[in-house]
């Protein structure tokens, strides 16, 4: 079956940077839209950032222009780049992926994917 794995959290001081990774099995990225949500404690989950199948990349506001989203095809890999975090920014980020993109003979699942997601802490 499909697997999302994050990995890249961790602890930072505002100001500091973290890359997070997304590698997926039985799934090829780069075909499909695929995003970055994050879940801050007590708040709901909240997209931060998308790649869309035909490369388009989107951020949400409050990360636009800290936030890189890249792919790595080779390495089957998505990266979200983020940069002068702030305490805000504190949250399990999770990766996700549309339906549709899986490796042959890999069943689909047309509701998606997420990862198990990752802990990213912003403090001094």
């Known amino acids: 079956q499909v697997q999302l794995v994050e990995s890249g959290g961790g602890s930072v001081q505002p100001g500091g940077s973290l890359t997070l990774s997304c590698t997926a099995f039985?799934?090829?990225?780069?075909?499909?839209?695929m995003g970055w949500y994050r879940q801050a404690p007590g708040k709901e989950r909240e997209l931060v950032s998308t790649?869309?199948?035909?490369?388009?990349?989107k951020y949400k506001e409050f990360v636009k222009g800290r936030f890189t989203i890249s792919l790595d095809k080779d390495k089957n890999t998505v990266y979200l780049q983020m940069d002068r975090l702030i305490n805000e920014d504190t949250a399990v980020y999770y990766c996700?992926?549309?339906?549709?993109?899986?490796?042959?003979?890999?069943?689909?699942?047309?509701?998606?994917?997420w990862g198990q997601g990752t802990q990213v802490t912003v403090s001094t």
């Open positions: 996700a992926a549309d339906g549709g993109c899986e490796t042959t003979g890999t069943l689909p699942v047309p509701e998606g994917y």
């Open positions: 790649l869309q199948g035909d490369g388009t990349l």
């Open positions: 039985r799934y090829i990225f780069g075909r499909c839209a």
